[in-house]
């Protein structure tokens, strides 16, 4: 692949790009209504589960809350997002499907746990949550000369994607569920940030050539100095435009529009796999950081 | 309480040089300061964290092919180690930024768990092939679980809180399998994490396994639920393995 089929190729993926796109402002939640929200979505579930998550013990740490329930359960809240995950406390090899059902009937399942959660109430107007796509955790063993037994369906998960005036955000799956072989709700996370309703502003997008020139960059700079250029080693494998919403640990006041790229590098050695994020305005205020951390607390020089 | 030892590698400059096609990552140490950070706060003791040009290949060879595994990486009860990787009919297969004394280490040079190990993370990509699973049989010496993936894992804003979401799982009570499943997956990216482990005879149970005896069911972190036994490698007869995929 030439450099110039890699930018076409990256930058015919980008579909659906506005020439202008508000910035959604997002509801900034102190660390009390993070709590309040984990703790109605508690009351919700113990609805469907005879009052079992009622009672709790609840222990508020630094950057999160972890409610302990019954049964082994829990909860915990992340007070930067509000971002939620629930934990049903089943071994992860107890429950186990009899069979391997279609994709059709789990999809099935998930959605009608879904509708229990009554996703709508979770976001905020003008957004929606919808299916994304369909994980299956599964098991089986092999002997030493490689002979395996049949494949066995531990869990079956459901991906949800948050849609902000119709707009993607991106990031981690913005809701999961986590079902069991007898569909008990295993694990349920919520990471959606709701948004205000108001906008802080509208920007100008700019071109997907562009993007897709923001993209390459990145993975140029990554690559350094390299006998075999990256574009012939590098492939995309998914690229979109949307929003970005920042992990669970990390406060975000707006939502970013951003160009995305997940981009594999196979060499003859190696394997290997990045998320590229581009800005999609000229704002320098809408560039997300992308400089990661440097060690902390490593032994001396050997 | 437990300990745990880190090896990350962010830029390979010096691995490129010498011909690999190793690019620079960028969340390395958002991840593996976030794991370590979540088990010292749970009162768990780091024994080495190593980075970039001070990792070493000798670090996770075993002592009988030449190595110093009884130094470091069989020295501790878990290790995470991050950097580029993939998978030879000897196993896993991964490259360092400095030749200490080679530039990758391999899974035929590995035997863990007759000092130790118990858990080895790798946060890096395919360093399983999931129809080669039995690859790993040697490297079971007393090792309870070997977490890693068997397509890319990686490297973007969506997976540099993973260290952090393993740490906690781990100290909240899951069982290892269970807390690197969770927490290496957002449920977008393409990661495939799966966990491999030993099953002995009781366990295989000619082939009517019990699944709720296994390491991937029961073992958890030291001082957050059950901690099995180990199984030692004259004792095993399968292995047992459980990945995500979609």
Known sequence: MSEKTFLEKLASGFKAVP???????????????????????????????????????????????????????????????????????????????????????????????????????????????E??????????????DGKESPHVLCRSVGAYRHFVNKIPVYGAASASIKLTGN?????F???????????????????VEEGAKRIYRQLTALSGRTKTPVFETASPTWTGFGYMNFSPRKKQEILIPAYIAMI????????????????????PKLVPSQTGARASGQGSKR | ??????????????????????????YTFNRSNGLRRKLREANHTQRFYWTETNCFETDFRDTSQGGHDNQWTDN????????????????????????????????????YGNIQLEWFMAFSCKTVNKSNVGALWNIFQGLHIYCGAYG?????????????????NLTDGDPVSEAWHDGVSDWWVDNHPITVCPANAYVYNNGNIRWSQSFLNRDHYWGHGTTLSDVSHAQMVRLLFRWSEG
């Open chain 1, 19 to 129: 020439e202008k796109i508000e910035l959604p402002a997002i509801q900034q939640l102190q660390t009390a209504e993070t709590q309040k929200r984990a703790e109605s979505f508690l009351n919700l579930l113990s609805q469907t589960h005879e009052g079992l998550f009622r009672k709790f013990d609840k222990v508020q740490q630094r950057e999160r809350t972890l409610y302990r329930l019954q049964e082994n359960a829990r909860l915990e809240v992340h007070h930067a997002s509000g971002a939620f995950r629930f934990a049903g406390g089943f071994e992860p090899m107890d429950r186990l499907f009899e069979k391997i059902p279609d994709q059709k009937e789990l999809i099935g399942q998930l959605e009608t746990t879904a509708r229990q959660f009554d996703f709508p109430k979770m976001i905020g107007n003008n957004e929606s949550l």
């Open chain 1, 131 to 144: 299916f994304e796509r369909l994980w299956q955790i599964k098991a089986a063993s092999v002997s030493k």
């Open chain 1, 183 to 187: 569909q008990d709700l295993d694990a």
């Open chain 1, 189 to 207: 996370t919520f990471i959606a940030r709701k948004t205000t309703g108001k906008s802080v502003g509208t920007e100008r997008v700019v071109s």
């Open chain 1, 264 to 283: 594999d590098i196979e060499t003859k050695d190696l394997s290997q796999g990045y998320v590229l994020i581009a800005p999609a305005t000229d704002n």
């Open chain 2, 1 to 26: 309480m437990a300990t745990f030892g880190i090896e990350a590698i962010r830029h390979f400059s010096h691995a490129r040089s010498a011909g690999y096609g190793a690019n620079d990552l960028t």
């Open chain 2, 76 to 111: 501790v009860d878990l290790i995470w180690f991050e950097t580029h990787g993939n998978n030879t009919a000897n196993g896993p297969y991964m490259v360092f930024d400095t030749a200490q004394t080679n530039w990758v280490t391999q899974g035929s040079n590995w035997r």
């Open chain 2, 152 to 168: 890319n894992m990686y490297d973007g804003w969506t997976t540099e809180e993973c260290g952090e979401d393993v740490g906690d």
